[in-house]
Structures are given as C-alpha cells and as structure tokens.
C-alpha cells in the first residue's frame, strides 16, 4: 500500500465491496463490508462507493508526506472499525 495513486483510484472504484480494506490489512472490515452489501441488497455498497470516492479524492490530493504518516488509517465507509480496535 506504499503507492498512493493505486490506493486513492481503489478506493474510488472498489470500496463497496472493501478492497482498501483488504490493502491495509483490514480483513475484517473487507469481509463486514462484502457481507453487508449482500445482506442490504447493495444498499450498504452504495453509501460505501460515495464515501469512497470522497477518500479516493482526499488521498490523490494529498501530499506524499501526509500519506506517509497516515496511510494505515485511512478508511471511509460502513463499518469504519479503527485499527486500535481489531486483533
């Protein structure tokens, strides 16, 4: 996950189904997210494909710096479970 523009255009076209998730090591996440887009019939999947086009922009506008120190805790969407509270 060290290239910014690869995580920015992910989150812009696959954070419905959680491939960031799955980029930062958020397995988790990535499979709450696929399970609750199924269960909400993609409901769920759509409020995460806006949210994560919001952060797909955040990020490629970022600097390389910012994205440095942030870039394990970047994360939009339902869940949005922080990385303190996973195992």
Not at 26 to 37: A, E, P, W
């Amino acid at each position: 996950m060290d290239n910014k523009i690869l995580f920015g255009v992910m989150c812009i076209i696959f954070n419905a189904i959680g491939v960031p998730c799955f980029m930062q090591g958020q397995v988790k996440t990535g499979v709450i997210r696929i399970v609750l887009n199924v269960v909400t019939f993609g409901i769920i999947g759509l409020i995460n494909e806006i949210m994560g086009i919001i952060l797909g922009v955040k990020v490629l506008c970022m600097k390389d710096e910012d994205y440095a120190e942030k870039k394990m805790n970047l994360s939009m969407g339902v869940p949005n479970i922080p990385n303190a509270v996973q195992p």
